[in-house]
Each structure stands twice: as structure tokens, then as C-alpha cells.
């Protein structure tokens, strides 16, 4: 709060900075859970406190917390999923720093539209919001590919919002 204060950071500045900062918490600590218990009750109160919109600012702390125990070398659910994956070409279990470079791409892409995020409602609110989370659906039904899934959710999610003024 003091820094931001310093700063002079503004309510949405302030929940960027926060993003940023969990990301590199969770990075660290290896765990989403760890990191929402520890920067909850520290972060939260002071960025309402500076101006932050708290709907927001909540959005991108457990956003922050989960990117990051995305990436972390160290993170149970990467060690398991690395520990579970068996190569296609070689023999043996893939290894924790090729999974964390595996995700990268994915995860930063995903990170890098999130600033962009503004408070401008959907003319058409209920029928845009729920055209991603169909489009995802069926693709998943028919394709049953988990990658191919994600990314046309991630991308018919961010076309309706573009469309619907709300990034």
C-alpha cells in the first residue's frame, strides 16, 4: 500500500502491479493455494483501500496465483503431470523444465490479453457470454482434443469479447 501510495498508482494500475507480483509469488512458492492463502488478507485490503475495483482485483490475484503455479518447475501439479507423460519417440517419463517450457507459449499468450480487460458492459450480455462456453463444448464433444478444446475456447472467448466491448 505504502508503494503504491509512493507510486501514485492508480485503482487499475494497482491490480496489474498485483498480477504481476502473485505470478512471481506462485512461480516461487509452487503452490496457487499457498499463494491465495498468503496474498489474500495482505494484497486484497490494501488495493480497495488504494482504488481498486475489488471484483477485479480478486480476478487477478487468483489469476496471478494459478499462472504462476502454472509455470512453477516446482509445483506439485507440474511434477505430476511430467511424472505421468511418457514420451512418443524415446523411452522414459518427461522431464519437469520441458513441461514448464511446453506451457510457456500457452500461458503467456493467455496472460498478454489479460490487461487489456476493461469495464465496458456486453450489449447483448447473456447471449455472448454463453456463445464461447458452446463453441467450447461442441468442439470438445467432437474433436475430443484437449489442446484444440482450450484454444478455440480461449479464441471464440476473446473474439465475443472483442465484438461486445469488453477487452
Excluded at 499462472?67 to 512418443?88: E, K
Excluded at 476493461?118 to 455472448?128: K, L, Q, R, Y
Aim: charged share 10%.
Amino acid at each position: 500500500m505504502w508503494l503504491a501510495i509512493v507510486l501514485n498508482l492508480s485503482g487499475g494500475a494497482y491490480v496489474a502491479v498485483a498480477f504481476l507480483v502473485v505470478c512471481v509469488i506462485a512461480m516461487a512458492a509452487g503452490s496457487s493455494i499457498g499463494t491465495m492463502f498468503t496474498v489474500f488478507p495482505i494484497v486484497y485490503p490494501a488495493g480497495v483501500a488504494v482504488g481498486a475495483q475489488p471484483v477485479l482485483l480478486a480476478g487477478a490475484l487468483l489469476s496471478g496465483a494459478l499462472f504462476g503455479d502454472n509455470l512453477a518447475p516446482i509445483s506439485d501439479t507440474t511434477v505430476i503431470s511430467a511424472s505421468s507423460q511418457r514420451y512418443r519417440r524415446r523411452n522414459g517419463l518427461a522431464e519437469v523444465g520441458g513441461v514448464v517450457r511446453a506451457r510457456a507459449p500457452y500461458s503467456l499468450r493467455c496472460c498478454s490479453i489479460w490487461p487489456g480487460w476493461g469495464p465496458a458492459a456486453c450489449s447483448e450480455a447473456g447471449h455472448a457470454r454463453r456463445r464461447p462456453l458452446r463453441v467450447l463444448l461442441i468442439v470438445a464433444f467432437v474433436k475430443r482434443d484437449l489442446f484444440l478444446t482450450a484454444l478455440i475456447g480461449l479464441v471464440t472467448g476473446a473474439l465475443v469479447a472483442l465484438a461486445a466491448g469488453l477487452m
